[in-house]
């Protein structure tokens, strides 16, 4: 696949040669959907999505603009799973009573975050919440939708007027990306202060989903956890930074 064409490719690019990148893009697209699918419910189709996210290459191959530091696969990887989110938030699938059991579980954090100056287990969550363990994980598995898409919204705009999205926030302490050169050094560090705060569990998760690109079923493995576990460690990591998130925006 394809990392950087040259600037005299994108200047004028032709409608055979975007035909020929959109064929060996495809697998790209499969990629992005399989790993947004799996917090879907079975009614959405996955075919649709596959539509959607064949738009968002077209439009990354004609739009793209090396001269901003971004591989072409970086650029095209971002626009086909705007394209595919924005789908999604079209179809409103996710019911508002799960809207509100996210916000329960982002209070139960916060709140016992401020009390112990620390961020809380799981079992400390599930207790302010006056749960059972069958409950908590009935709640979990209710907004994992939601955990996915959060770090997905808009974080902010950049100079050229592109969303960059809370996930793409997220450091990399391995690799500087040219996205995450958008931030002040100081925004970072905050930031990866906040994801060091987390339970263990918690971050590997979130790295081992955003820095390494592995699927759910292959962190389970790693961890030796099943896949739903993993999932319900994942929407609790996420509801605690998108309260980060809120918190930021509020004090900017």
């Known amino acids: 696949m ?13 409608i055979e040669e975007q035909h020929k990148l959109v064929e060996s893009m495809l697998p790209l697209v499969r990629h992005i ?17 596959i539509s959607s996210g064949v738009i968002g290459l077209m439009d990354a191959i004609v739009r793209y603009d090396p001269s901003r530091g971004a591989s072409l696969n970086s650029y095209c990887h971002l626009r086909i799973r705007g394209c595919v989110l924005d789908e ?16 329960r579980l982002e209070r139960a954090q916060e709140k016992l975050a401020a009390q112990y100056g620390r961020e809380p287990e799981e079992s400390e969550v599930q207790t302010e919440l006056g749960l059972t363990a069958n409950e908590f994980s009935e709640l979990l598995d209710r907004i ?30 391995k690799t500087e ?4 050169n958008l931030l002040r050094d100081e925004d970072r560090e905050i930031l990866k202060e906040q994801l060091q705060s987390l339970p263990k569990q918690q971050l590997i998760v979130i790295s081992l989903y955003y820095y390494e690109g592995l699927r759910l079923r292959e ?14 460690i ?5 509801a605690r ?12």
């Open 2 to 14: 394809p990392e950087m064409l040259s600037a005299q490719l994108y200047a004028v690019p032709s």
């Open 33 to 49: 959907v399989s790993r947004i699918a799996i917090y879907l419910p079975p009614h959405i189709a996955k075919d649709d999505l």
């Open 88 to 103: 999604l938030r079209r179809l409103d699938w996710v019911p508002r009573s799960v809207h509100e059991d996210a916000k």
């Open 144 to 173: 994992k939708p939601i955990s996915f898409l959060s770090l997905q919204e808009p974080a902010f705009h950049d100079d050229n007027g592109e969303a960059v999205t809370h996930e793409e926030v997220i450091p990399d302490t």
């Open 177 to 180: 990306s040219a996205l995450g």
């Open 219 to 232: 962190i389970a493995e790693v961890m030796d956890l099943t896949e739903s576990r993993v999932s319900q």
């Open 234 to 238: 994942h929407a609790l990591a996420v």
């Open 241 to 252: 930074l998108k309260k980060f998130f809120e918190r930021q925006r509020n004090t900017n």
